[in-house]
Structures are given as C-alpha cells and as structure tokens.
C-alpha cells in the first residue's frame, strides 16, 4: 500500500491529506484507508460487510474526488466505513474505477471514532503522476 500523511497547517476547520500510490490503483486504495483512519480506528471497526463500488468520470482527478465522496455517503447514509479496499482504475477517458470495499458499521459500542467528514472539496485539490509514483493532495471539510 501507498504512504499518506495528514498535513496540519493547511487548513483550519478541514483536513488535508497528502496520498502517494506506486499506481493509480494503489494511489486510490490509500486514499480509501487515508479516510477510514481519519473517520475511525480501523481496528474498532468489524469487518462484515463487502460492497462493490463502479464509477466513472471525464477525468482522473474528479474520479477520485468522486471515490472519496462516494465513501463519504456511504458512512452518512448508510453507517458504513470501508476500512480495506481494492481498486482497479482503467481508461483514458472517460475512466472508470470498480472497487471491493470491506468494512461494517459504525458500532456505537466498539467503533472509536475521529473526524465525521461532510465532504470532499477542491481547495489545494492536486493529482499527477512523478517518476515512480502518483500524489495526490486532498482537502476535506470536516
């Protein structure tokens, strides 16, 4: 899995995220775990529910906006963190990302929980590809 680190001193009432991913599908998997550390323990949360998850987007940036969002609803609608993932992203435009999340319930009786994300915004919102990796930087409102 890709590194990613929670940086402080960009934003006040939001939290930034540095991501880097050896392949845009290990890019899109730490963002995935990246989200889950910043809404819970992942180890509080029990591993009983698998969701299949496609999207597709013109570009690749608003596709893994669309990733995070997507895990965003699915805590808010549905109680639901998705602590380990596997994505797989293809195209070249429009692209395409089908994804295997695992996770469960927020248990009130077990899950130690952190931040309760709203949203995914665009402010400092950056993907490219370097040498031997893709980083990306992620702000969300929290």
Known sequence: ??????????????CAVDLEGRDLDDLFETAAT?????????ETVAATVEHTIALEAPALDALLFDWLSELIFLKDRDGLVFTATRARVE????YRLHARATGGPIDPERTALGADPKAVTFHQFTLGQGPDSWRARVVIDI
């Open 34 to 42: 990246a989200l889950a550390h910043l809404m819970v323990d992942p």
């Open 1 to 14: 899995m890709g590194r990613f680190r929670f940086v402080e001193e960009v934003a006040i009432a939001d």
């Open 91 to 94: 195209g070249s435009g429009p």
